[in-house]
C-alpha cells in the first residue's frame, strides 16, 4: 500500500521558513518523480515543485522560484520542501505525490498525501 505522510507545517511570519518533509511507503521510492501541490482554501490544487526520481533535475511555478528548494533522500524514502522567505499568499495545505509513471516527470500522480498546513501570518 502506497502511503506518504507530509510532516512540519505550521503558524509562521512573513520572511521566515519552513522545511516540509513526506515519507514514502508501499513503493519503491527511487524509481519516481515526485511532486509537491497545495491548495488554499477555495482555489484549485497548484502545482508548486517536481524533482526527477534521482534528484538531479528541479522545476518551480514561478511564484517560488528562489525561495523554495525540492530536494529528496533516496535512502530514506523522503522527499522535502525547503520554504524561504515566506509569504502569506504562500499559506494553503501542502501535499506530496507520486508521479503516476516509473521514470516520467509529466506532472500527474496516482497518489497524494493528506498534507500538511502552513500558515503566513504576521
Known amino acids: 500500500e502506497v502511503q506518504l505522510v507530509e510532516s512540519g507545517g505550521g503558524l509562521v511570519q512573513p520572511g521566515e521558513s519552513l522545511r516540509l518533509s513526506c515519507l514514502a511507503s508501499?513503493?519503491?521510492?527511487?524509481?519516481?518523480?515526485m511532486f509537491w501541490v497545495r491548495q488554499a482554501p477555495g482555489k484549485r490544487v497548484e502545482w508548486v515543485s517536481t524533482?526527477?526520481?534521482?534528484?538531479?533535475?528541479?522545476w518551480y511555478v514561478d511564484s517560488v522560484k528562489g525561495r523554495f528548494t525540492i530536494s529528496r533522500d533516496n535512502t530514506k524514502n523522503t522527499l522535502y520542501l525547503q520554504m524561504n522567505n515566506l509569504k502569506t499568499e504562500d499559506a494553503a495545505m501542502y501535499y506530496c505525490?507520486?508521479?503516476?509513471?516509473?521514470?516520467?516527470?509529466?506532472?500527474?500522480?496516482?497518489?497524494r498525501g493528506q498534507g500538511t498546513q502552513v500558515t503566513v501570518s504576521s
Open positions: 505525490a507520486k508521479a503516476l509513471q516509473r521514470s516520467s516527470v509529466t506532472y500527474d500522480y496516482d497518489y
Open positions: 524533482i526527477d526520481e534521482n534528484g538531479s533535475r528541479t
Open positions: 508501499g513503493f519503491t521510492f527511487s524509481f519516481y518523480a
